[in-house]
């Protein structure tokens, strides 16, 4: 017997074709404003999808930090261009060297605003997406742990610097080779704890027989609705308006 799932959610496979159009996008196009298209629309079907908007803002405010520093890399690895600032006969930035970082944060901000799509289906029914998809089994489980762990790692090296902080350590004081010891030194009891977790885990679902049958079952059935052709053939149009108009 199976379940059929609530078809007020839509099918995980609709959402990771989404997420791969503007992916793809993504890397395809090297133009700013084509650029800023495609993030519009990856914005667009996240609101859409329901995702938490102060988390996109969050994460967008801090790729908003390195915006400076990408440029300025640009810029030095990148001689064309006009000069725009120079210190010594140094150049630090150029024009072309503003556009590709300008172009590499708008690429950054498409795919992890696209990426959150995937957080609004539970692992369970993404693996049965993936499976759906002919993506062999270990892979799609593989995938669906590794963003499981994704948040719990991120916990933990939040937690591991608010205990810092509440021990008296200013991190914001610190000068900046202060701070990448510091860095250093917390990731590596952060990164041994999720290597534990690793093991534990692997040990876990070996004692329950993973990859015992060739085959699998689920109590779960995916199945299309109006709906989920309808946002298809959405993002097909849009895809194939912004591919057309960018190599006209």
Not at 92 to 112: A, V
Not at 150 to 160: N, Q
Request: positive net charge; aromatic residues 10%; proline residues 2%.
């Amino acid at each position: 017997m199976s379940i059929v799932l609530k078809k007020e959610n839509i099918d995980p496979r609709v959402k990771i074709f989404i997420v791969m159009c503007i992916s793809t996008l993504a890397i395809l196009i090297n133009d700013i404003k084509f650029l800023s298209y495609v993030l519009s629309i990856s914005i667009l079907f996240t609101v859409g999808f329901k995702v938490n908007l102060y988390i996109v803002i969050k994460k967008f405010k801090r790729l908003f930090q390195m915006i400076f520093v990408i440029v300025i890399i640009q810029s030095i690895f990148n001689s064309e261009g006009a000069i725009l600032i120079s210190v010594f006969k140094i150049t630090l930035l150029t024009d072309i060297g503003l556009i590709k970082g300008i172009e590499y944060i708008l690429r950054m901000l498409i795919i992890i605003s696209s990426a959150l799509i995937l957080s609004t289906s539970s692992s369970v029914v993404l693996l049965q997406g993936l499976l759906k998809c002919k993506i062999p089994y270990e892979l799609a489980f593989m995938v669906c742990i590794g963003l499981r762990f994704i948040p719990i790692l991120s916990e933990e090296i939040k937690d591991t610097f608010i205990a810092i902080q509440i021990r008296g350590i200013d991190i914001r004081k610190l000068k900046l080779k202060k701070k990448l010891e510091l860095v250093s030194i917390t990731l590596m009891p952060v990164v041994i704890s999720t290597i534990d977790k690793s093991k534990k885990l692997s040990a876990s679902i070996e004692a329950r027989g993973f990859r015992k049958y060739l085959t699998r079952t689920s109590i779960y059935e995916l199945k299309f609705s109006l709906k989920d052709f309808i946002l298809i053939f959405s993002i097909i149009v849009l895809s194939s308006l912004i591919v057309f108009s960018y190599f006209k």
